[in-house]
């Protein structure tokens, strides 16, 4: 069984399977022996689980989810990492490489496939550049996870975990804390990787509601609205929306006092209750308009 975290091994890996780490992929390994293993108890993996793991890299992680889980299916677009990834899990039958794009393939389709009668969680040390179209993808599509426990950049992390009317909560804060309970579990320094990222990254958990947090009048309304809200982050919640919807502001400041709310509030300043009376609020000035 190589040593996926020993710095020689991963040269000697790379080497004879003619591979070079790639920018555009995101490629930083874990080399952090306590890591991954850490990773995976804070996931609660056991034997009732079918896993999703995406951009398994060389197998580190992998290797600690298929000691745990049922079955691991791991997600990678890198054409080159398969020969390598068959030396590397060699010893395990439960482990299944799928080699597409996590943002294109049928993820409905394969937990019904692969996982069939198993708890679902996905597990992944995620590439930084793409971090939020993958969780809003796993979030939005409301497939049968349990859990998402992934590592992601310190910084999005935070932005993703802030807590919705506080002043760090963005649209991506607003739209994760719809659809889980997001938390920050533990940080992870640069040197713990091979080659070390020029930043902290952070492991965090989302607990998919099984409901989300608040019922919108009109779900894709809703998000419209959100996104609004935070496309200009200095202008008040009033002069963002407008500019944002391209509707007049004179109907938002309308909508905002039905919905008993301050004109010069700011988007940072709202709770997902908010939001969701306002977007109905918006939606009876607009019918009040047409007549």
Known sequence: MPNLTDISTIRDLCQRHNFALSKGFGQNFIVNP??????????????????????????????????????VVAIEVDQRLPALLSETLAEFDNIELVMQDVLKVDLQALIAEKFAGLRV?????????????????LLEEKLPIEHITVMVQKEAASRICAAPATREAGAISYAVAYYSQPQLLFTVQPGS??????????????????????????????????????????KTAANSISSGLGISKDLVLAALQQAGLSPTVRPEQLTLEDLCRLEQCIAQQKAGDKE
């Open 34 to 71: 306590g890591i991954c293993p850490k990773i995976v108890e804070a996931a609660g993996i056991n034997e009732e689980f079918g896993v999703i793991e995406i951009g398994p890299g060389i197998g580190v992680l992998t290797k600690e989810l298929a000691q745990r889980a049922k079955k």
């Open 193 to 234: 990787f091979f080659p070390p990222p020029k930043v902290t990254s952070a492991v965090i958990q989302l607990q998919v509601r099984k409901e989300p947090a608040v019922q919108p009048r009109d779900e894709k309304a809703y998000f419209a609205l959100v996104r609004a809200a935070f496309s200009q982050r200095r």
């Open 121 to 137: 969680a996905v597990c992944a040390n995620l590439p930084y550049y793409i971090t939020s179209p993958i969780l809003m993808r």
